[in-house]
């Protein structure tokens, strides 16, 4: 057997265990006891076209056509359907060839690491706090992990750190913005300047330095916020996207890469990815999943849910004295620790039947991140027990 | 870029390029005018009660749950309802721990051979015939692919061959029953005999040679011939099954992987699995699909047009005076190629406008398969174009 695959299935992430504690407690306090907010599953359900969309697919086509095969790359209908979307949005000129149709944003990341590296010394970096899966994702193409240490406070992208580490074997910069765990959206700015960082650095080492765009939270901003395309900063991007959030629908693993025509040697890189998804079995995006978003590109799920949470969680939680970075995007809060071990934090909120997730499994020591994809009324119920875990510290 | 993945990327597989011939063909004669044995994409419908089903899960429930994460290993009701049907067939004691909902077939083989190998001098072994993609599958998880020789004209397995070649490094054997080309079945007593031999092969090497099932057409079977359950007779069994074929959604990606507590260390191989999948980036299996299969456990579509295609298309062939091995499962047929390169008779084939795939691609020379999941008129309206090829290896 496998000892790394043993203990990747092995060690539940802490965000498991989270969930565990959670449901014993509710089953025995009761659900509206409970306030949990480890789990980035959408609360708002699919624009109600989603549902109706499928029953339509199923009752008005040949059901050999709708649950068949698609070409490995996609159906060619929704990658030119997904491509004029995105041309209109961003005043690209993308086409279906560019686009490759994957099981959700997890398979587009993990095939677009094995494709873009070779030996074991190609590095990826990511910038803290991140996405915990990316190690084991690229660890698993046979790569090598590195991580940009936090911009503190900001939680923008720390440029001096990031100076200092990009070397000859560098291979791609994972850039997920809005960004989980923190909430924040890289500004037009940053990404100007890591453009202009990373072509310098290109014509130094004489080889592509790829930004790898995971954005399954692209649509869901606040405050008429607008998120850069990053494909329209800097040429070698490379966009790993994913219906699970912006549709609410993360089990049907629905998503795409897309390699601009910009991308260093694009047509081999989107062959590679191809070739990566074949190697890893990946066959087709689910069929009925590949049609429903040919019908339902220009939808997203209604984002009013998510920015009254924002607003009652961030509000509620700044007056009682907590220190949280202001959430521009996505649906998760970073909260700094009355304490400098966060895991001290999340045990003694235990107590009060709060359940967070400490940073430190995001590369950020010293916060916590809290999940408001929940109801409203679990915010606004969970405030007292806020005030009286801070209380707690208080009189320390 | 990874040059392995751009080569996989790049080399369309035979099957691909032959659609592609068939295509430009159909467009410029008609459909009716080609007839076309290359893909084994299901011609006959899903049961009725299969969109039904999907309709009343979209129309009854939360489409937050609906369309919801489920847990990494799959959503427990789906894996208790597959666990007692198992049961119920195959006088087992199997349970949902030891399930694994999956992306279809592809994503079991891939998840199960990363699992079980650590070393590149780890050999998994197929039996020639054999499905292409295994080659691929068994490398990219680091391993070491070896062909088991055929056992010409009735495709059993080739025990004198596989007892020169198990050896030290051999960590599992991969058994495709009903097999994909040639449409036979592994009887009892051949299974029997391959499960002495690697219960004595474990002893003398002192490690467990797994058998990894792969049986998406376990259901697809004629003549009320039963298909040996491999775990009945040998421990170490594991199960790569998917949906695709029996219930005709070969596009949606759904499946599963059966560690039976029979296995040496079953309980870490599981989490291996799962590990391997967490590397893999499967997520979980699409969720709405999990959720059919809990309600359609029982069904499979309609095999009645196979049996009848079988009986249209070997009957026709072995007429003309074509050599033909009787399919006794799957809706697949391997004829004998007139000439020894079947590459050559493949392209004198294409003259008739008859497309079909050489036995090359699946490690065995001088063969054609010929997928009949197609209509039956298909079929009957080849046959004057069958004996006219026939007649051109007649008169030379």
């Given at each position: 057997?496998?000892?790394?695959?043993?203990?990747?299935?092995?060690?539940?992430?802490?965000?498991?265990?989270?969930?565990?504690?959670?449901?014993?407690?509710?089953?025995?306090?009761?659900?509206?006891?409970?306030?949990?907010?480890?789990?980035?599953?959408?609360?708002?359900?699919?624009?109600?076209?989603?549902?109706?969309?499928?029953?339509?697919?199923?009752?008005?086509?040949?059901?050999?056509?709708?649950?068949?095969?698609?070409?490995a790359?996609?159906?060619?209908?929704?990658?030119?359907?997904?491509?004029?979307?995105?041309?209109?949005?961003?005043?690209?000129?993308?086409?279906?060839?560019?686009?490759?149709?994957?099981?959700?944003?997890?398979?587009?990341?993990?095939i677009?690491?094995?494709?873009?590296?070779?030996?074991?010394?190609?590095?990826?970096?990511?910038?803290?706090?991140?996405?915990?899966?990316?190690?084991?994702?690229?660890?698993?193409?046979?790569?090598?992990?590195?991580?940009?240490?936090?911009?503190?406070?900001?939680?923008?992208?720390?440029?001096?750190?990031?100076?200092?580490?990009?070397?000859?074997?560098?291979?791609?910069?994972?850039?997920?913005?809005?960004?989980?765990?923190?909430?924040?959206?890289?500004?037009?700015?940053?990404?100007?300047?890591?453009?202009?960082?990373?072509?310098?650095?290109?014509?130094?080492?004489?080889?592509?330095?790829?930004?790898?765009?995971?954005?399954?939270?692209?649509?869901?901003?606040?405050?008429?916020?607008?998120?850069?395309?990053?494909?329209?900063?800097?040429?070698?991007?490379?966009?790993?996207?994913?219906?699970?959030?912006?549709?609410?629908?993360?089990?049907?693993?629905?998503?795409?890469?897309?390699?601009?025509?910009?991308?260093?040697?694009?047509?081999?890189?989107?062959l590679?990815c191809l070739g990566a998804g074949r190697a890893y079995g990946y066959v087709?995006?689910?069929?009925?999943?590949?049609?429903?978003?040919?019908?339902?590109?220009?939808?997203?799920?209604?984002?009013?849910?998510?920015?009254?949470?924002?607003?009652?969680?961030?509000?509620?939680?700044?007056?009682?004295?907590?220190?949280?970075?202001?959430?521009?995007?996505?649906?998760?809060?970073?909260?700094?620790?009355?304490?400098?071990?966060?895991?001290?934090?999340?045990?003694?909120?235990?107590?009060?039947?709060?359940?967070?997730?400490?940073?430190?499994?995001?590369?950020?020591?010293?916060?916590?991140?809290?999940?408001?994809?929940?109801?409203?009324?679990?915010?606004?119920?969970?405030?007292?027990?806020?005030?009286?875990?801070?209380?707690?510290?208080?009189?320390?």
């Amino acid at each position: 057997m496998n000892e790394k695959m043993l203990n990747l299935g092995n060690n539940r992430s802490i965000i498991r265990e989270l969930f565990e504690f959670s449901k014993t407690q509710k089953e025995k306090l009761g659900a509206d006891k409970v306030y949990d907010f480890t789990i980035g599953n959408p609360s708002v359900p699919p624009h109600k076209k989603v549902n109706k969309t499928l029953v339509k697919l199923l009752n008005e086509n040949d059901p050999c056509f709708i649950h068949g095969y698609t070409s490995a790359q996609g159906d060619l209908d929704v990658r030119t359907k997904i491509a004029k979307n995105l041309n209109k949005r961003f005043g690209t000129k993308y086409d279906a060839s560019m686009l490759y149709m994957t099981c959700g944003a997890a398979a587009s990341l993990c095939i677009a690491f094995r494709a873009i590296t070779e030996e074991p010394t190609d590095e990826i970096f990511a910038i803290a706090p991140y996405f915990t899966e990316y190690k084991v994702f690229v660890e698993s193409a046979g790569a090598t992990f590195k991580v940009v240490p936090p911009e503190v406070k900001t939680f923008g992208i720390n440029f001096s750190a990031l100076e200092k580490m990009v070397n000859k074997n560098t291979k791609a910069i994972i850039v997920n913005s809005p960004n989980n765990p923190s909430g924040v959206v890289y500004s037009h700015e940053a990404i100007k300047i890591l453009a202009e960082f990373l072509t310098k650095k290109e014509k130094e080492f004489g080889h592509p330095i790829f930004i790898i765009c995971d954005e399954p939270y692209r649509e869901i901003v606040y405050d008429g916020l607008e998120v850069p395309h990053i494909p329209s900063y800097y040429h070698n991007t490379i966009i790993c996207y994913s219906y699970s959030k912006c549709l609410s629908l993360p089990g049907e693993r629905i998503g795409y890469i897309l390699v601009p025509e910009s991308v260093t040697d694009s047509k081999n890189i989107y062959l590679a990815c191809l070739g990566a998804g074949r190697a890893y079995g990946y066959v087709c995006a689910p069929s009925i999943f590949q049609k429903l978003i040919a019908e339902c590109v220009n939808l997203t799920s209604d984002m009013c849910e998510y920015a009254k949470n924002r607003d009652l969680l961030y509000n509620g939680l700044t007056k009682i004295g907590y220190e949280c970075v202001y959430p521009q995007g996505a649906f998760y809060l970073f909260m700094k620790s009355p304490e400098d071990d966060s895991y001290k934090f999340m045990e003694k909120a235990k107590k009060y039947n709060i359940v967070l997730v400490p940073s430190d499994n995001f590369g950020v020591k010293g916060y916590v991140r809290l999940a408001y994809c929940v109801s409203s009324d679990t915010i606004i119920n969970s405030m007292p027990a806020w005030q009286e875990l801070f209380n707690e510290y208080q009189s320390e």
